[in-house]
Structure formats: structure tokens, C-alpha cells
């Protein structure tokens, strides 16, 4: 819902360079022919704005939205699938270049989970900590690190369950995961916003 933004709309609509945040993710999937949206807060304003992007996303529902997680909208999404697909959040910008590599890195072993991490920089990050060879050893919100969980993943079936907790908080029964660092900014602040327009710029 974003309410620490203070804006009274959905993350996915906030606009940076002219457009919503969504659409630049959509530009990232362009290729990609199955793409599923799980809709909630203001959900037919959503379901309008990302119409005029792109006609041929599939919407889900969830009419719990205030009382259930992100993995909820996760499982949601990705129910009934048989094979693995890409995971991730609307409220994030991610570099192209890092993006296509983190699928290019999924692509080379489609059946292993592949956990996208990013330097730690947002106002209330989920620290991911890693080995030397770039897996997951745990998650936290209070030991600091360098990276952070990224909110983008690449499953197989199964690997998620709705379950009262967070993403990154089910990941966690499955250490050690492989992780590969990206480029990408989330907002869950105006801070973080600002952090985020900032990258838009230098990216553009």
C-alpha cells in the first residue's frame, strides 16, 4: 500500500522519468510472455495503468492484501506453475545490464533457486549474508552487512508456501542458497525514493 510514502497510491504507480515505476520493470520482462501481476490496494486503478503498458499480463487477486504478506502474493502468482520463474517485487528499479545477467545466471541452471542480492543502501533493509562463494548463510534485520535481499528470485515449483511470514523468512529454511549480486533500488521511504530517482538518472 505504501503508506510510509505518504502518497496515497500504490508503490507501482509512483512515476520516475514520466512513468511508473511499473512500467520500467515491464520493460525488463519484454521478452518474457507469461508475466503475472498480483493486484490488491486500488487494485482496478492497477489494473488500468498497467493496461496502457501492456495488454497481455495476466492479473491475479488478492482480496487479503492487508492481511496477508508478499509471500502470499508470491504463491498466488505462481500457482499451478511446473516449471521455475522469476519472483520479484513492483516497487524497484533494477540497471538493465545486472538484470539480464541475473537471468542469464538462472537460465545456466534452471532447477537451482537463485536469490538476487544488491548493496545494502534502503532505509529498512533485510541483510543477506554470504560466503565465499556467493551463497546465503542467513538473513537479518539487525546484523548489518554489505549486501541486501534484493526482493527477486528465480524458484523452482515448490520452494514457497503461503505461510504467515515474509519471503525472505521462508527462504531462510532453505540455506545455503546461491545469490548474485545486482544493481537495483527499492522505495519503501521517501528517502529511498530519492535514492531511486537519483539511480533513474544516472542509468538513463
Known sequence: MGSRMGLGIPKC???????????????????????????????????????????DVTFVVNPSYRMTTTLHSYVMGGAHLRTPALYMDADILFEPSSFRAFL??????????LIAVTEAKTQDCVYAHVDEAMRITGFS??????FEWANLAWLPPGVL???PCAVYEQLATRLPLQAREIE??????PEDLEQLIAAYQAIA
Open 13 to 55: 504507480l509512483i512515476e520516475v522519468g514520466g512513468r511508473p515505476i511499473i512500467a520500467h520493470l515491464l520493460d525488463r520482462l519484454a521478452e518474457v510472455e507469461d508475466v503475472r501481476i498480483v493486484v490488491g490496494f486500488d487494485a482496478p486503478n492497477v489494473m488500468r495503468r498497467i493496461r496502457d503498458i501492456r495488454r
Open 184 to 189: 537495483s533500488y527499492e522505495m519503501d521511504t
Open 161 to 163: 508456501e503461503a505461510k
Open 141 to 146: 534485520r539487525e546484523a548489518p552487512g554489505p
Open 104 to 113: 542469464e545466471g538462472a537460465g545456466a541452471a534452471p532447477e537451482t533457486p
